[in-house]
């Protein structure tokens, strides 16, 4: 009955995701795909994270939505009712998670031992702690942009050796009200796992559940600054000169910079003029998100791993060799 209910909850979500233009046709097919692993997992758990982060996000985003639209310049203008999200950005925000969603399920279906989380006494509780902790970080780094935007100070660039003062939008800028915003998101994300796991009835006190909720919050809420540290040197920062305003990118890409001679945008609207205030080409906003998560969600696997003493390989199968006697 659970899985009937959670399909139809998928279903739901992304039919409503495709018809209010959140995301283009492919993205809606990328999203179901990603999505059917959250279906069939054994627990409830992965499910339940995955609609909460997606349920915050979208309020976050809708947060004075006129004000930060004047904040900085689309390049090119996004045109009234074309999808927001193509499959690339739905891939690169799921595709950690959903790896390591069909990788815990595997290992609930094959391991009777495996059917309740043990704080570490079975190692696919380590998996569980990757997928919630990438969930954390990107809460952490939805919120910390969508309300860290709208502070009334200036952000400052955090790879600048004096903290210098940059424009609302620029990579690698922080403020305190981004900064709050962030970890508020990863919270609500460990939360809604402290609250909804199924603990083993040894290990369920509400202590140690508090205590993990407010380390996997602490962990999450740092992926906000660490995609700040890593957008402002992976990620250039396109400013256009004649208002000062940060250029973003369509669908999450980089916004092209090369100046023209005439400097006061094309015949389309597309702001000229433009020049990369700082940081490096190397990667998109899609390709910051993807790399924070996954910082996010090996660096928590690994500290539970070293602060459990789990040994991994017994996610192994175990494979008896046939033993062969020699006459």
Request: hydrophobic content about 45%.
């Amino acid at each position: 009955m659970g899985s009937y209910i959670g399909g139809l909850l998928l279903a739901f979500s992304v039919y409503r995701s495709y018809t209010t233009k959140t995301v283009t046709s492919l993205g809606a097919v990328v999203l179901a795909l990603s999505s059917l692993m959250y279906v069939v997992h054994p627990w409830y758990t992965p499910l339940v994270i995955l609609v909460i982060f997606h349920i915050g996000s979208a309020r976050v985003k809708k947060v004075k939505r006129d004000i930060k639209a004047r904040l900085t310049i689309s390049a090119p203008p996004a045109k009234p009712g074309s999808a927001k999200h193509d499959a690339l950005q739905v891939l690169s925000s799921g595709v950690i998670g959903t790896i390591l969603c069909a990788a815990h399920a595997v290992a609930v279906y094959i391991n009777p031992d495996a059917q309740y989380f043990t704080y570490g006494q079975n190692a696919a509780d380590i998996l569980l702690i990757g997928l919630v902790s990438h969930y954390c970080a990107g809460a952490a780094d939805d919120w910390s942009g969508e309300l860290g935007i709208l502070s009334k100070s200036n952000p400052r660039l955090v790879t600048s050796w004096n903290l210098r003062q940059v424009p609302p939008g620029t990579n690698g800028g922080v403020s305190l009200v981004g900064t709050i915003a962030g970890f508020a998101g990863s919270f609500t994300i460990a939360l809604a796992f402290g609250l909804v796991a199924p603990f083993h009835p040894d290990h369920s006190s509400i202590f140690d559940r508090a205590l993990l909720v407010i380390a996997l919050s602490i962990w999450g809420g740092f992926g906000s600054i660490i995609n700040s540290f890593l957008g402002g040197i992976l990620q250039p920062t396109i400013i256009d000169e004649k208002t000062g305003k940060v250029v973003e990118g369509e669908r999450g890409q980089t916004a092209a910079f090369q100046n023209d001679a005439a400097g006061s945008g094309d015949a389309k609207g597309v702001p000229t003029n433009k020049r990369m205030e700082h940081g490096y080409a190397l990667l998109s906003n899609n390709g910051i998100f993807l790399l924070t998560v996954l910082i996010g969600a090996v660096g928590a696997m690994g500290a539970a791993q070293w602060a459990w003493n789990v040994d991994m390989s017994e996610l192994l199968p175990q494979v008896q060799v046939p033993q062969v006697t020699i006459v």
